[in-house]
């Protein structure tokens, strides 16, 4: 270990972050200055990367849980020779530029996950360490093993109080992820001061009780770090915390160790002293010691003969075993939807519930895609998640690909988006509609970083019955759909389910929530016989006109039945609604996407508008008037479903008085 060069390049770090925050007048300069050497040591010694190829997928991951000192992160790209050049740092926080305020998937090249949410960071890691276990399992031979990697997490105090990284890691100690290493920058400070006036537990204790392996050290003693770090490694059947106790702020003269340092620029006057201090001289700015440069040269070609070595272990591989599917895509383009329902082989009148149409999709396509993973929070029998066709994944099975991830909601779906991160694997997760608050900051995420993860979240409406108002979803809906970026998909029958599943699977770049019945819907003739390509539209036509079209119906998942057997009542009893259009609107906000002539298509200019949802109105309005949308504004009840339909005005009555007056 080059301790004089890793010492000048902490320094480097340092130097660089105080210049590109002071500049930007924007950023926490605690974290930077205070991990510094960390830094120097996970870049300029112990990890496994190769900057030219970031998407390499035996590198070593590190994911900055504490994303508000990104500038730590920034540097060290810089520094190692990733796609980060002067000018980038340079710009730090300014619009467009590869160095944003918190480290963004997508955006800088050698950042491994979106974090800035503290805790979900950790959970994120967690994620990619199970990933990197199921990969090893599947991939790796008697011969030639291509997944051997880490998972490094660096976290601070706010991020061990956020609940989701208590979350992730009791999963992370059930599951015995050995390959996980968890840095806690420990420096007791957080933004309202010392963290003696909201967290004074005994971090250590906790994690031992989680299942994993705690040491303890100083963040700046490289030999320290070091032996650490190897202890961690030693340890195949426990995650690693290593607490390093530190300053915040290091080398400011008159902030270090205080919560003035951690999220505002230092100050002119207090980087030139800050420089001083750190024997540097004050008048420069954006400097680089050439020897540091020079060292990260040596350090690239050191990296390149490992990852030289492993292409051609890769290629062995390929070639030896042929029948060995070695394909780090998420892709599953290959299944024609016709096919699908053939083979899975619903019929007009068969009335399952969605959740149920949506497990036979699960077992269909599991046993089709190898890279399909799911799991589901305690809820695998109501959720209807289960696999078939595949075992349970546990400390002593890494082949299984269900999660049993507990009541932990919000860990599952950022341990998922984890999953995504790594490659290789399409994940999905379940839960009821109602808990979707509960995991919503992780599929924010899954939509900022255009994850392919799949929501499948089941009992989707005051139908849910007796369980009353805290299971029943009112308001969900519409919170998911305002979320940028995710398809919200309701399906009315076990078709458009099957439909839906194959959309989500095909759609690499945008989550999925499939929200599904808990009671059964029949499966109806549709009179758009290009229905399958228009659902991916967000709309179809359920039901034609018979004459000219002058009142369409839009609803979505359950209540598009509901619609259709009013209008056939009223047709059995001689009433003329012959000139009522039904639409089905699995994907609203995708329909509202559509171009001017598919929606005038489906909705004729001059025609009378009405919408049907079990939940409220928020969004309709801009295609139907307020008076004209049956929807619920307040929470359920408990009680028989049909009784509790009926209380709220989902009934054939109401639907043919609300079409009368059209």
Request: aromatic residues 10%; negative net charge; glycine residues 8%.
């Amino acid at each position: 270990m080059d301790k004089r060069n890793l010492q000048k390049a902490a320094l480097a770090s340092r130097l660089l972050s105080i210049d590109a925050i002071q500049k930007a007048n924007s950023g926490h300069p605690g974290l930077p200055l205070g991990a510094a050497e960390l830094g120097a040591y996970l870049y300029g010694h112990a990890m496994n990367y190769y900057p030219d190829d970031p998407k390499w997928i035996n590198r070593d991951r590190f994911v900055l849980s504490a994303g508000h000192g990104s500038m730590f992160l920034y540097s060290y790209l810089h520094l190692a020779g990733y796609d980060i050049s002067l000018d980038d740092i340079k710009h730090f926080r300014k619009y467009g530029s590869k160095c944003p305020g918190h480290p963004e998937y997508g955006v800088t090249p050698g950042v491994e996950a979106t974090t800035g949410p503290l805790g979900q960071g950790v959970a994120m890691a967690v994620g990619m360490a199970i990933a990197e276990t199921m990969a090893g399992e599947k991939y790796n031979t008697r011969e030639h093993s291509i997944i051997d990697h880490y998972t490094y997490v660096l976290a601070g105090d706010g991020d061990l109080s956020e609940g989701v990284s208590a979350e992730a890691s009791s999963l992370a100690g059930h599951l015995k992820l050995g390959k996980l290493i968890l840095f806690y920058d420990s420096n007791n400070i957080t933004i309202d001061g010392n963290t003696d006036l909201s967290f004074t537990e005994d971090v250590e204790a906790r994690y031992v009780s989680y299942g994993w392996q705690v040491l303890k050290g100083s963040m700046y003693d490289l030999d320290e770090l070091d032996n650490l770090t190897r202890q961690a490694k030693n340890n195949t059947d426990k995650p690693t915390m290593i607490i390093l106790k530190s300053i915040i702020g290091k080398g400011s003269p008159n902030k270090q160790g205080t919560s003035g340092v951690h999220g505002a620029a230092l100050g002119e006057e207090e980087v030139a002293e800050t420089k001083l201090f750190l024997n540097a001289n004050p008048l420069e700015k954006f400097v680089v010691d050439s020897d540091v440069y020079t060292f990260f040269e040596g350090r690239k070609s050191d990296l390149y003969s490992g990852y030289s070595k492993w292409q051609k272990t890769y290629l062995k591989l390929k070639e030896e075993n042929p029948n060995l599917a070695v394909d780090f895509s998420a892709e599953n383009n290959s299944e024609d939807l016709n096919t699908v329902l053939t083979s899975i082989g619903y019929k007009i009148g068969d009335a399952p519930a969605t959740r149920e149409a949506s497990s036979k999709a699960i077992n269909y396509y599991a046993e089709k895609y190898g890279n399909l993973v799911g799991g589901s929070a305690d809820l695998s029998g109501p959720n209807r998640t289960g696999m078939a066709h595949a075992s349970i994944y546990s400390s002593m099975n890494r082949n299984g690909r269900y999660i049993h991830y507990g009541v932990r909601e919000f860990a599952m779906a950022a341990i998922a988006n984890g999953m995504a991160l790594y490659g290789g694997f399409k994940p999905f997760v379940g839960t009821f509609l109602v808990f979707s608050d509960y995991l919503r900051p992780a599929l924010r995420l899954s939509a900022l970083m255009k994850l392919g993860v799949i929501y499948v979240l089941s009992h989707d409406s005051i139908y849910v019955g007796e369980d009353g108002p805290t299971h029943q979803p009112i308001e969900q809906l519409a919170a998911l759909r305002a979320i940028p970026n995710v398809s919200v998909q309701r399906p009315a029958d076990a078709e458009e389910t099957i439909a839906v599943w194959d959309i989500a699977l095909k759609n690499s770049e945008t989550p999925t929530v499939i929200a599904l019945t808990r009671q059964g819907l029949p499966v109806f003739e549709k009179d758009d016989k290009d229905w399958m390509n228009n659902i991916r539209k967000g709309a179809y036509i359920a039901r034609e006109a018979k004459g000219e079209i002058k009142r369409v119906v839009v609803a979505t998942g359950s209540e598009v039945t509901l619609v259709l057997r009013a209008i056939s009542e009223c047709e059995d009893n001689a009433l003329s609604f012959d000139d009522v259009r039904v639409i089905s609107m699995p994907d609203r906000e995708k329909f509202y996407t559509q171009p001017l002539e598919y929606i005038s298509h489906l909705i004729p200019d001059d025609a009378s508008v009405m919408v049907v949802e079990a939940g409220i109105a928020m969004g309709w309005d801009r295609i139907a008037a307020r008076k004209n949308i049956l929807s619920i504004e307040d929470f359920g009840e408990s009680a028989p479903a049909e009784d509790v339909a009926s209380a709220f005005g989902f009934t054939e009555a109401k639907i043919i008085q609300m079409l009368g007056r059209l």
